[in-house]
């Protein structure tokens, strides 16, 4: 099992806005070669963070994906404005894991 | 669902043996109410970077186990030097989260 997380700091006044944007995204992901599922996960500690943990088959689904048009199609979907306080105060771009115990 | 995310960076070397210990662990926390499952993950772009990822029904769940002696019997099976070198490279001691969407 591969995982891709991103962690996202932005404004505490921009979150709703953020989930509510996970919550009616386009599913197109839902789709692809090797997806397994996409969890979103807000801190309880730090009110502006959230991170967005996706798990793929392989690494390979997860490379094939990054680089589809349905990938571009989802990002283009996020409202500028938000995409912008998202990017300024983005703490990590990405990270990626094999699940090796559990 | 609620999420406990511990981050671990270590030195190369000692990543398999961290690793080991996952593998052999008591599991004295399967038994705990409200667990629900954990994982952990290990980096394929940060050789020394393992994060263990538990989740929970609730936050109450969460916090009961953390003050068990259960959860102190499960750090103290860490071999010593192995403590030593995950204390001192520590990034992030712990991060709480509730799945939002998915």
Redesign the interface.
């Known amino acids: 099992m591969y ?1 891709s997380m991103s962690r996202l700091l932005l404004p505490e006044e921009h979150v709703a806005e953020l ?1 509510d944007a ?2 009616n995204r386009a599913h197109l992901v839902d789709g692809a070669e090797g997806f397994v ?9 730090e009110p502006g ?1 959230v ?1 967005m943990v996706s798990r793929w088959g392989t ?1 390979a689904a997860f490379t094939a994906y990054m680089k589809s048009a349905d990938h571009q199609v989802s990002h283009g979907r996020i409202a500028p404005t938000l995409q912008s306080v998202i990017k300024l105060d983005r703490l990590d771009h990405l ?8």
Chains 1, 2 share one sequence.
Do not use: G, P, Q
């Open positions: 995982i989930l996970f919550k599922e996409l969890e979103v996960w807000h801190s309880d500690r963070e991170i690494k990270h990626t894991y094999e699940v090796v115990a559990r």
